[in-house]
């Protein structure tokens, strides 16, 4: 039987079909930024020696040119070139190359997203495979010191088991409750987070759609409502119902297969949503239905709950406007989180989704990011454990979030005891974004530039699907039922 209104089906357009497949895709920019940088001095005889020598076309001279063109900066490995003697520095009759590091990579990123795990993330978005050894990128985590950064896997030498690759299953559930509800399972064990439309562009909200639908996954609004030009992906994604209520209709519930609460995030709990002004613009205030140009809060708290019971009068509501969706419950990460993740069970939730404080799109302010809320490979852990001794684990998924950058992070918060993560500013860097750092302090701390994108680049519909591949090679192993 259709659960679906009788003006939502009305209204329904067809849904598109996105092929799952990685195609290789040439960068957006025109100079890249490289690691090194070819410099070659006047002594420079024109030789074409280098062109020679060189195994990745960094140099450059085209048929019929006595000159050289620009070289591929990008493509140099640099020093590394030494070990199977095709370094063209040593090679130069004339000693007229040097190759240095590029000042941009230093100042490329920060701690968390250093620059050789954004320059990574590039090299897989682009080609679909892992970047080669000789860059020497690490790729698995980045320079904090603490978190993910400082989990390794240790694997054993043989495995126990020997696993066939189609042995191997990602998948996981998303509705755990035995109700009456759909049985929603998705292929790979994460889905695109609530980034709004705002704080990021239509173009990345319209990528991670179809990036989703490829993957059998999910896509997340965010607060900032629900674009028409997503109505092709109803199937696969989630509107966000947060603190503002934002775009927030009744008609936009009932076309989606799931509905998020969102009560905080990790990155600024007890804050609420920050939308900048400028962000602000026509297409943002009228979709949002605010006045043009003013900066958008939302408040903390919902002001209608204060209690599990009025949380589960929300999930009522909810359900009874969407008959068939499945409910998440987005919350941070206090020190009680494990109670409010049991609370939230109790009041009907299907998906508990906790937010650590290592993510954000850049508008969280630094004192709330680094202070508040819990680092999110504690709240797993805890989180697991508490629902485990109160019987329920096998109940409820368990969905993570905040800080998320590779395959390596998702499958070490499945090794902690989360089903799957959700993945918000990984997006950013794997649709080819600059890492903004204190000199745009007054606008964007430690944010992933968003700047304009068309929809005709070849990479702008599969942003995620680099981060899928890879994942799969990361889940072999069963999940324990307890950890400490």
């Not at 009025?310 to 068939?324: L, P, Q, Y």
Request: hydrophobic share 35%.
């Amino acid at each position: 039987m259709n659960t679906l209104p009788e003006n939502t089906l009305k209204t329904r357009v067809p849904q598109e079909e996105v092929e799952r497949v990685v195609k290789p895709a040439p960068s957006r920019y025109r100079n890249e930024i490289a690691k090194y940088i070819v410099h070659r001095s006047l002594d420079c005889q024109r030789c074409g020696r280098c062109v020679e020598v060189c195994t990745h076309e960094v140099h450059v001279r085209k048929p019929g040119f006595e000159y050289f063109g620009e070289p591929n900066h990008h493509l140099c490995i640099g020093p590394a070139c030494a070990k199977n003697g095709h370094y063209c520095v040593t090679h130069c009759p004339q000693s007229a190359l040097q190759i240095r590091e590029n000042p941009m990579y230093r100042a490329l990123g920060d701690f968390r997203w250093p620059a050789d795990l954004i320059l990574a993330t590039w090299k897989m978005a682009e080609t679909g495979d892992l970047p080669p050894e000789e860059y020497d990128y690490n790729y698995e985590c980045g320079n904090s010191g603490g978190g993910f950064d400082k989990l390794r896997f240790k694997f054993l030498d043989r495995p126990p088991v020997k696993l066939d690759a189609h042995q191997i299953d990602t998948s996981i559930s998303l509705n755990k409750r035995d109700d009456d509800r759909p049985e929603i399972k998705i292929d790979v064990p994460w889905y695109g987070g609530g980034m709004s439309f705002g704080s990021v562009s239509n173009v990345t909200q319209l990528s991670k759609a179809r990036a989703a639908v490829a993957w059998n996954t999910f896509t997340c609004t965010g607060e900032g409502g629900y674009m028409e030009r997503m109505r092709p992906y109803d199937d696969h994604v989630i509107t966000q119902v947060a603190t503002g209520l934002f775009g927030v209709r009744e008609e936009t519930i009932q076309r989606v297969p799931i509905v998020e609460f969102k009560y905080a995030q990790g990155a600024k709990p007890g804050l609420g949503g920050h939308l900048l002004g400028d962000k602000n613009t026509p297409a943002v205030a009228k979709m949002r239905e605010t006045v043009l140009g003013i900066s958008l809060f939302s408040p903390f708290p919902f002001h209608s709950v204060y209690s599990i019971e009025d949380h589960a009068k929300h999930i009522e509501w909810v359900k009874h406007v969407n008959r068939r969706a499945l409910i998440s419950t987005k919350v941070s990460t206090p020190t009680d989180v494990d109670m409010v993740a049991v609370g939230s069970y109790s009041a009907g939730t299907h998906i508990v989704h906790i937010d650590g404080g290592y993510g954000g799109t850049g508008a969280a302010p630094d004192i709330a990011k680094k202070n508040i809320a819990m680092p999110i490979e504690y709240a797993i852990g805890k989180v697991h454990n508490f629902l485990t001794d109160e019987g329920v684990r096998d109940k409820v998924t368990l969905i993570a979030s905040g800080g998320i950058r590779s395959a390596h992070d998702i499958a070490k918060a499945i090794a902690l005891g989360a089903d799957g993560v959700v993945v918000g500013t990984a997006v950013q860097p794997l649709r080819e974004r600059t890492r903004l750092s204190a000199r745009h302090r007054h606008h964007r701390p430690r944010a992933f530039r968003e700047n304009g994108c068309g929809l005709g680049h070849p990479a702008a519909g599969q942003p995620l699907q680099r981060l899928a591949q890879d994942a799969g090679r990361n889940f072999a192993a069963p999940r324990p039922a307890q950890r400490q």
